[in-house]
């Protein structure tokens, strides 16, 4: 492992971030304190007209220095304004735009944690970062490679979205919440006098509260999406929809159709500007393919490997078997038919509680 002489600790202003601070005092080593300001205050992100304004850094930032003053630690705020909108944000409604379904965690941690601010973090001179991430790092001796492996707390767990990450952000990454659960967190918080002991966790995207993601992407791009047909499989028109981008697959509720059986969103055909309805069991897929891909215990998958893969965050996975068919692809071939697999999502692969790695879902199959 890296030595840990000096550590640079991204505090988002969350109770996670602080006692993540906290224990790295403890170890002694010279500490400083770094939150990301991605948002002026007051500033919006969409450049054609106003949108509601998305919570800025300014009261994180704030909740951040307050904890780091009461540590005793230098601290610094650091402007990703473009590249957070460059990264995340035109990504993200891009890939709605394209009929997909993003993953902005992921890109956030890629790009900006673990890229723009890692980057800081050696600039000032700093050994390692930490974060108030879920998740652990691990260093196996007999392959001389970096692993990351789930948290300790699995319903905290926040591997899937780490998968991304380089053997030289692994070495150079410290996770002290790994180990603890969320209770215990924060009762390190109240026992410290942290303010944000209690503070609750936002379900929302940072920079769409109230989780309107259409009426975000409308504000954001200044055109609505029009509306069209509710077609199935097989191109009869069933109904009409609000606007594209409304629409996720695997979605049911709110489509405004009666039936004598429920409909699921199945897919989207972009050019037709159709949201591809069916039933339930039309949602199942049996093999995808991902691009983009991270690989962590080893530089390449030779033959076939058995896995236990995650196409969503809270899913707790299922048995696979996955090929490397590509230099930057995987082939993912699952025990059971999974259903409401998106396009544009991540497929993260485990063996036990260690991350294999991953990628983006750029196709999907009902057949092997």
């Given at each position: ?28 080593a010279e500490c400083r304190g770094a939150t990301m300001n991605l948002f002026d205050r007051g500033q919006t992100v ?247 891909i991270n690989l962590i215990p080893f530089a390449a998958i030779t033959g076939t490997l058995r896995v236990m893969a ?59």
């Amino acid at each position: 492992m890296v030595r840990m002489d000096s550590v640079l600790i991204a505090m988002s202003g969350g109770v996670d971030s602080s006692v993540a601070a906290w224990k790295m005092k403890q170890t002694g080593a010279e500490c400083r304190g770094a939150t990301m300001n991605l948002f002026d205050r007051g500033q919006t992100v969409c450049p054609s007209q106003p949108c509601s304004p998305p919570e800025t850094a300014g009261n994180a930032a704030a909740d951040a220095m307050a904890v780091a003053q009461k540590l005793g630690i230098p601290f610094h705020v650091f402007h990703f304004q473009e590249e957070f909108k460059r990264h995340v944000i035109e990504r993200f409604v891009q890939t709605y735009l394209e009929g997909k379904t993003p993953n902005p965690c992921v890109y956030c941690n890629r790009f900006l944690k673990f890229g723009q601010l890692f980057v800081r973090a050696k600039e000032l001179g700093a050994d390692v970062m930490a974060t108030g991430h879920y998740a652990r790092i691990e260093h196996d001796a007999a392959s001389n490679r970096f692993l990351l492996k789930k948290a300790a707390d699995e319903t905290k767990d926040q591997s899937y979205v780490l998968y991304t990450m380089t053997q030289e952000q692994l070495s150079r990454t410290r996770f002290p919440l790994g180990m603890l659960r969320k209770s215990e967190v924060r009762q390190i918080a109240a026992e410290c006098g942290f303010a944000n002991a209690g503070k609750q966790e936002s379900q929302d995207l940072c920079f769409v509260p109230g989780g309107d993601y259409a009426g975000f992407i409308e504000q954001y791009t200044n055109r609505q999406s029009p509306p069209g047909n509710f077609v199935n499989k097989a191109g009869k028109v069933l109904g009409q929809h609000k606007g594209l981008i409304r629409y996720t697959v695997g979605q049911r509720k709110g489509l405004g159709i009666a039936a004598p059986a429920p409909y699921y969103v199945c897919g989207h055909n972009v050019t037709e500007n159709t949201v591809i309805l069916g039933s339930e069991e039309d949602l199942c897929v049996k093999t995808l393919t991902a691009a983009d891909i991270n690989l962590i215990p080893f530089a390449a998958i030779t033959g076939t490997l058995r896995v236990m893969a995650k196409v969503r965050y809270r899913q707790k996975g299922d048995r696979a078997t996955v090929i490397q068919t590509g230099a930057n692809e995987l082939r993912v071939e699952f025990d059971e038919p999974q259903k409401g697999v998106a396009e544009g999502q991540a497929v993260v692969l485990y063996d036990g509680d260690c991350v294999i790695g991953g990628g983006t879902i750029v196709s999907v199959s009902a057949n092997q």
